[in-house]
């Protein structure tokens, strides 16, 4: 595995909740689970805006600017572009704000726990 960088005390993770981090420039949200921990990027892949502030149910969290949801440890996109700040939009109306843009998953990163510290492998 590649280099590993402290990113924290599993202490300022909380369960269930999804904590902002960064790790060499790179910004990622931590979410832990109740069988660990999973990382993203911290940028939509829609239009590179912050995940942070998305709402997290479960291992899902939704963007807050178009609510596009993704799985939070595999990165895999479940919904794309499908309302406004939590607000659903019509089908036609949703093809306009994805302004041609894809459908596509987020960027995840490997997570590991050691003695009470959690380490981000941003490389990998
Ligand atoms: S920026 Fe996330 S869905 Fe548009």
């Known amino acids: 595995m590649s280099q590993q960088v402290f990113i924290g005390n599993t202490s300022d993770f ?8 960064s790790a060499n420039a790179v910004s990622v949200l931590v979410v832990h ?3 660990g921990y999973c990382a993203i990027a911290n940028k939509c892949p829609h239009l590179g805006l912050p995940l942070a502030g998305g ?4 291992n899902v969290i939704s963007c807050p ?6 799985d939070v440890c595999t990165g895999r996109n ?3 572009v499908s309302g406004i700040a939590g607000v ?3 089908g036609w109306v949703r093809n306009i704000v994805a302004l041609g843009k894809q459908p596509h998953g987020v960027t995840t990163y490997p997570v590991t ?5 959690l380490y981000l492998h941003p490389g990998d």
């Open 14 to 21: 909380p369960l269930g909740q999804a904590k902002g981090a």
């Open 33 to 35: 689970l109740k069988n």
């Open 88 to 90: 659903k939009m019509p």
């Open 113 to 117: 726990e050691k003695e009470g510290k």
């Open 78 to 80: 479940l919904d794309w």
């Open 55 to 58: 709402k997290l149910a479960g």
């Open 65 to 70: 600017w178009h609510n596009s949801t993704f």
